[in-house]
Nanobody, 127 residues
């Protein structure tokens, strides 16, 4: 069973920053090609935020977060990060870590081809 453990969510004011972390086992990290972050706001569909190759560079950013969010990976810690700057109220959502992604999820942020999900961490941005 794949375990993805998210942390780092919380409540901030608009313009603030948060860093999310997603830790997994070394085994999972070594065999999954791409990991990423998705989010889901109440009443909305789950959407891709950012993805990264576990052995390299970022792959996908949603247009709404480009220039504000940065995804990175640390293979030594089997962890993926999402640095979120200049947060806006519309970034409020439950953020989910994802692994075992098909190419549609990794390249285009489409949630239907994600194989494994974390439990989610809440991000709330107040005006």
């Amino acid at each position: 069973e794949v375990q993805l453990v998210e942390s780092g969510g919380g409540s901030v004011q608009a313009g603030g920053s948060l860093r999310l972390s997603c830790a997994t086992s070394a085994y999972t990290f070594s065999r999954t090609n791409c990991m990423g972050w998705f989010r889901q706001a109440p009443g909305k569909e789950r959407e891709g935020v950012a993805t990264v190759y576990t052995r390299g560079e970022s792959v996908y950013y949603a247009d709404s977060v480009k220039g504000r969010f940065t995804i990175s990976q640390d293979s030594a810690k089997s962890t993926v990060y999402l640095q979120m700057n200049s947060l806006k109220p519309e970034d409020t959502a439950m953020y989910y870590c994802a692994a075992d992604m098909g190419y549609e999820a990794c390249w285009y942020g489409r949630s239907h081809s994600v194989g494994s999900w974390g439990q989610g961490t809440q991000v709330t941005v107040s005006p």
